[in-house]
């Protein structure tokens, strides 16, 4: 096997293949990627049983083959080459890479003890990849952190028809967001459970196409798992799905809010944040909302206390209710308008965030945060 790669082209794509190996692989062979080089391609991969990666980039190859050796090695030493072609021949059990004056010889792993991969499971729709790098930063925010409820650490995929939505919740808030996308079927009716760790992996990296195609596979073989596969400009990933059945969350959403109110998200998200610097951990910031403002408040009794009006117009009777600093900030974050509106059945009650675009405009609906209030004082 021999041949020449422009160096960026290189980097790039091993750091993309060799993002998901394992720290700790199951077995040292995971911690390889896979190279073949044919016709005028290469293609990387690599495969921890869970997560698949596949990298096609062009090269001009004089001898085809196929080796495996160290991802994370490989993948540091191209970011490092000079800005030259580089060269990479097999020679026995090493492989040699030549850039420049930079001269590298790296070990063989055994091929023949690498596993197989997936295979891609077939389009099901396409999506815009801004749009679902976009959803699965607003989403992953409520997926839960905590690996004894494992269905929570996921994200839920629906599709149907045209419509897809995704869906996480940590018990104490839920975030769901409605985007468009474009289906191979339009009677499609499809629902998955993804990592979310996985999947905000796969939005960041998959940005440098204008779409990314989707595809489910539950009728696997037996034995096998169901996948959900991700193609865009080249590049090519797989995941196994989680088994189970994800809680109804849907119908935590109220039908209607009697309270409502709106606030400037950016100020409001700078308020929180200074105000909570207070706020000792377990303890909530306090929103009191009242014609014309909303007061934030935080800390109590001896320890630090902290308060500051900020602009808000309210529609209904005027409430006060808490949350946790963290889980509103997050929902302040990722909301994209300018504006923000809250909905409020109760003090008591989850809120529901949403956002706006100006301070009398209408409600902006794709994107919903539900957050649990916090006792006072706890």
């Not at 390889?32 to 990298?55: C, H, K, M, P």
């Not at 459970?193 to 939005?203: F, G």
């Amino acid at each position: 096997m021999k041949f020449t790669v422009a160096r960026d082209v290189l980097a790039e794509a091993v750091s993309w293949t060799a993002r998901a190996l394992p720290v700790r692989p199951a077995s040292p062979i995971l911690a390889g990627v896979r190279i073949t080089a044919a016709g005028e391609e290469l293609t990387l991969a690599s495969f921890d049983y869970e997560v698949s990666a596949n990298s096609r980039i062009p090269a001009s190859v004089e001898e085809p083959g196929e080796v495996l050796v160290s991802g994370r090695l490989l993948a540091d030493i191209s970011k490092s080459l000079p800005n030259r072609p580089v060269t990479i021949e097999l020679d026995g059990q090493k492989v040699n890479l030549t850039c420049g004056s930079s001269h590298f010889a790296l070990a063989v792993m055994p091929l023949d003890e690498y596993p197989q991969l997936p295979a891609q499971p077939a389009t099901t729709g396409a999506v815009d990849s801004h749009t679902l790098s976009q959803a699965v930063s607003q989403v992953s925010v409520a997926a839960s952190k905590d690996d004894t409820l494992p269905l929570l650490t996921a994200v839920r995929i629906e599709v149907e028809g045209e419509r897809m939505t995704l869906l996480a919740t940590d018990r104490y808030r839920l975030a769901m967001r409605e985007l468009e996308w474009q289906p191979v079927d339009s009677s499609v009716e499809e629902a998955a459970l993804v990592k979310a760790r996985i999947l905000q992996d796969v939005a960041k990296s998959m940005t440098s196409g204008a779409k990314v195609e989707l595809g489910l596979s539950h009728d696997a073989a037996p034995g096998a798992s169901s996948l959900i596969g991700f193609t865009a400009g080249g590049r090519r990933t797989t995941s196994t799905l989680m088994d189970g059945d994800y809680p109804p969350v849907r119908r935590l959403f109220p039908e209607s809010t009697s309270i409502q109110a709106v606030a400037d998200r950016h100020v409001l998200l700078e308020a929180v944040k200074r105000v909570s610097l207070v706020a000792e951990r377990k303890t909530s910031v306090r929103l009191s909302f009242s014609e014309g403002q909303v007061v934030l408040e935080a800390g109590q009794g001896d320890n630090a206390q902290a308060s500051e009006a900020i602009e808000a117009q309210l529609f209904g009777e005027e409430i006060a209710t808490a949350f946790n600093p963290q889980f509103l900030i997050d929902g302040l974050s990722v909301i994209d308008t300018d504006f923000v509106r809250f909905g409020f059945t109760h003090p008591n009650k989850p809120a529901v965030m949403t956002g706006q675009e100006k301070a009398d405009g209408g409600e902006v609906t794709h994107f919903r945060y539900l957050l649990m209030p916090i006792r006072f004082g706890m």
